[in-house]
């Protein structure tokens, strides 16, 4: 078990106390079960059926024919980063690509 100290009302003290002495069980005992009740309701709310379809909601949301154009949405028209929608290099890209270019084939030349 792990401890654990609580700041409670003095109204709350004399209340486990009765309730204790009344049930014949330590305090600590009944502070435990009143907790592990309370808690236990409280978690219950969410059974794993609804745990499953939350995690199914908030899943992957991708296009409808993503199955059949797979190959268009990864390399085709339908794609972020080629065909008519790739993005454009900016001059400061081409000038480092023609740099190392042009360092490698001096290098192959040499």
């Known amino acids: 078990m792990i401890r654990r ?7 709350i ?5 009765i309730e204790a002495r009344r049930q014949g ?4 005992r009944l502070a435990r079960e009143i907790l592990g009740k309370e808690l236990k ?7 794993a059926a609804d745990a499953l379809v939350r ?3 908030n899943s992957f949301k991708g296009p409808g024919d993503l199955s059949t154009n797979l190959f268009d ?9 080629y065909g008519p929608n790739k993005p454009k ?3 400061q890209e081409m000038k480092n690509i023609e740099f190392f270019t042009d ?3 001096k290098k192959t030349s040499n």
């Open 89 to 91: 290099l900016t001059k």
């Open 73 to 81: 949405y990864l390399y085709g028209k339908k794609s972020p980063n």
């Open 13 to 17: 003290d004399r209340a486990l106390e």
């Open 41 to 47: 309701v409280k978690n219950k709310s969410i059974s």
């Open 25 to 28: 069980k330590s305090e600590a």
């Open 55 to 57: 995690m199914a909601q």
């Open 5 to 11: 100290q609580l700041y409670i009302t003095p109204e």
């Open 103 to 105: 360092a490698k084939l």
